[in-house]
């Protein structure tokens, strides 16, 4: 499972921690964290704390800062390079470790923002799958939190004093003001439609493509 160190991939290794001692089928679990090599980052304390909890763990440590800084032009996203260099690690180490499944902590909120953003600015209608083959054509990517509001995880991580740990990259903090857009529309438009965030999640496995105009679907 990927452990960025932030409160969401935290909150999602306890859970699957729990999940795994209950559940009636038996399975392995290790703790995956891309170390990008961004200055003053402390892969350490995940290490630490994954390992306080009994669960393997592997820190994979890579250049993609260097790469990052020589491949990146004037305009071009510093997120999205990185996310597609991370994203890779991942699926590399994944199939090195034996791993058959992925699990990333993507929550309920992402996979309605994600949603909003694509019609919004990419002009199609999709938001994230809670379970996909993933490109390299043998991982099978999940997304456990899809049912998870993300003020429950902030409570969950406060109540739990998870040690999160900044990812130090230089857009830290000032990226993705697309994405915060969403979230102050969805915070404004709940105080007028309560249930917003439940029913949005709702419609996307609630789809009626013959009421769309893709004609690929009908
Ligand atoms: S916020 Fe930083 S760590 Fe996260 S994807 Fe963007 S560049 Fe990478």
Not at 91 to 110: F, I, M, Q, T, W
Not at 141 to 149: A, D, E, G, S
């Amino acid at each position: 499972m990927a452990v960025s160190g932030g409160k969401d991939s935290f909150a999602m290794l306890l859970l699957m921690e729990e999940f795994r001692r209950r559940a009636p089928v038996r399975f392995d679990m290790v703790s995956v964290t891309v170390d990008s090599g961004y200055p003053g980052f402390c892969p350490e304390i995940i290490e630490e704390f994954v390992k306080s909890r009994n669960i393997a763990v592997h820190i994979e440590r890579t250049n993609h800062y260097g790469i990052i800084n020589e491949k990146k032009r004037p305009g071009s996203s510093y997120c999205s390079i990185c996310a597609r260099l991370k994203r890779g690690s991942l699926y590399e180490v994944a199939s090195r470790l034996s791993c058959n499944k992925l699990a990333l902590g993507h929550h309920l909120d992402d996979f309605i923002e994600t949603l909003l953003l694509n019609q919004f600015f990419v002009g199609s209608l999709k938001a994230m799958s809670a379970r996909m083959l993933a490109d390299n054509g043998e991982t099978v990517v999940i997304r456990p939190l899809v049912y998870t509001p993300e003020r429950d995880i902030i409570k969950f991580s406060e109540a739990a004093q998870l040690p999160v740990v900044s990812c130090s990259c230089p857009v830290a903090g000032d990226s993705d003001m697309r994405r915060k857009r969403m979230k102050r529309l969805l915070d404004d438009l709940e105080s007028e439609i309560p249930n917003i965030r439940k029913s949005m999640l709702t419609a996307l496995s609630n789809v009626k493509p013959r009421h769309l105009l893709d004609l690929s679907l009908i």
